[in-house]
Every structure is written in structure tokens, then in C-alpha cells.
């Protein structure tokens, strides 16, 4: 690691929590993210970023079409186990939860969701591990008020751990 | 607008506040942004988010660097009239904040920052009124510890405005 880098500053770097889904033909699977952003006003765009590894990475590179569920601080740290620990590989994340399903067929998890929002992807960039895909929206919605949950938060008040594959993970020293 | 898209849902994504500058040979602007993210850890990339219509996507495209400065709750609302709301045109955005220049000779505001860093672009996307960054970490560094101000802190409290040339902008309904 260049000296120069304090890996610390990235620490102040502001983020939410979300559940990020997508699909592949009749199947269907998520993950946690905390990046995602609105990057134009018009037309509506966002972006996400997924690990190369995880499942949703391989559905929506196949169905150019994600979901996106804002969480809130209802969320207990339980919740957290199967959609940002577990493989969909291995499991059926949404055996436990709520979700409806939205115009792109893609499931939108409803459950300590404060808003959802549906969309196309027209472009990507490889990051190398990573890759951002930038989505036009389709469809958003209000669920119900409410305090947005962030990284803060959940590292600081529920004392939660970022994955390897996490974009802001922090290798040990 | 897409009668399915609700834009109140866009509200709950979470933000932080930094200052995003850059250089033109001698020459240097900076500006307010909500859209820094870290997108990998390894290495340590970054992404900015810049209108196009901003003297800091000028200068950024091309001395391809630019520096963040995360800023802290303590930044008063006087602090972000010239960041945020006046052109580098115009005014020195300079003259009434202290800075320091980085290894890639961009200005970083030290004033109610917690930290900084720097980046060389390696790659970006045209998402139409804005521009996505993508850069390689140079160096980042530190300065202090505090609570990072957030997009909704300067809303909710600090009573703060959006400018229509961001990418989270609301036009009236």
C-alpha cells in the first residue's frame, strides 16, 4: 500500500444502507450495498455498485434491470445475516422476509423499507473487482416515514462488520 | 415524468458533504458534492459526481486529478455560499478558507474538513447533465476526528438548499 494512504479518511466517507436485488429469468436474488447514489436529477438515475463474486452482480449483468430497497434503523442485526452474509448460491434470502414484486420482475423487499425504487441499466463501468452500473429509473415509491439507516449507524449502533466484498471494506493492519 | 416514479423516495438516500477541487496549471476551483464514494478497497478507488456545467468538471477532465475534503458539523452555512453556490468564474473560492496543496497539486480545504484525499482519474462515464469520476487513490490523509456532516444534517438542520445543478436536485412539483 502506498504510504502516502491513510486508510482512516475513507472512514468519514458518508453512505445508507440498501437491499439491492435483481433476477434471472425465474430466479431471484439480493444482497446488502451501501453504495448506491442518485446520479443525475434528469432524467432520475442511480448507481450501484456490486461485487464481481456475488450472485446479483451475474443477475443484473444478465437482466440489465435492478431494485432497490432504502432500509431503516427498525432493521436488527438478524436481518442482516442472510442478505449481507450468505450466498444466494446456497440459501433462498427471501424465504424469511416480505417483498413484492416490481415492473422489471425484479422482488423489492418491503420489510424495514422506507422506499423502493426499480431500474434499467444503460451503462457500466469495470472498477476491477467491482462494477458500477448506472440505471435509469422505472418506477419509485414511498413505503412509509421515517430515519433512513446508514453505514454509520450500523457500525457505530447496532456494531455491524463490512464483508471482504464490500467496496469500503478495511483490511486488517 | 414517469407517473411511476415517486420522487420523494429519492430523499431517503443517504449522503455526505465534501469539497471536490481540482486544477488547471496554475489555476484552481472547487465545489460542494454529495456524490463521493469509495467504490473499491483494493486498490482504494473513488468516484465524484460533477455537472458538467461546473468549472470544476473542466479542470478535473483535464488535469484528469482532483482532491475531497470530507467536511465536519461544525461548517457554518456562511461556508457554503462560495463552494456551493457561486462559480469559480467569478470569485476566488480561495481567498477566505484555508487549503493546502496535494501531492497532484490540487487545493484541499482544511477548514471544518476531518480528512482529505487525492485521486488520478483512471476511467469515467458520460451520464448526460453530469459526469461520473472514477480515480486511483494518491494519498489521503486524517486531520481530525468529528462527526461527518451528512446531506441530511445540512437539510434538517443547518437548513440548507440544493442547487439545480445537483445530481440529487427536486424541481418543483
Known amino acids: 500500500m502506498n504510504p ?15 437491499i439491492v436485488t435483481s433476477k434471472d429469468e425465474d430466479r431471484m436474488n439480493g444482497q446488502i450495498v451501501n453504495t448506491v ?18 450472485l446479483t452482480h451475474e443477475y443484473i449483468s444478465k437482466s ?19 442478505f449481507g452474509f450468505r450466498s444466494g448460491r446456497d440459501i433462498d434470502k427471501f424465504e424469511k422476509t416480505t417483498y413484492k414484486e416490481g415492473v ?6 418491503t420489510e424495514h423499507a422506507l422506499s423502493t425504487l426499480e431500474a434499467e441499466v444503460v451503462d457500466q463501468i469495470d472498477l476491477g473487482t467491482h462494477t458500477i452500473f448506472i440505471g435509469d429509473t422505472v ?11 446508514t453505514y454509520r449507524y450500523y457500525h457505530e449502533e447496532l456494531k455491524g462488520k463490512s464483508p471482504p466484498a464490500a467496496p469500503t471494506y478495511t483490511p486488517p493492519e
Chains 1, 2 share one sequence.
Do not use: H, W
Open 139 to 149: 418506477s419509485s415509491e414511498v413505503l412509509k416515514s421515517g430515519r433512513p439507516l
Open 4 to 18: 502516502e494512504i491513510d486508510r482512516r479518511a475513507f472512514r468519514d466517507l458518508s453512505y445508507g444502507l440498501y
Open 37 to 54: 447514489i442518485q446520479v443525475t436529477s434528469d432524467p432520475p438515475r442511480v448507481a450501484v455498485i456490486i461485487n464481481k463474486k456475488n
Open 64 to 82: 440489465k434491470v435492478f431494485a432497490v430497497s432504502v432500509l431503516d434503523e427498525s432493521a436488527p442485526m438478524k436481518f442482516f445475516g442472510p
Open 104 to 109: 422489471t420482475g425484479c422482488p423489492m423487499v
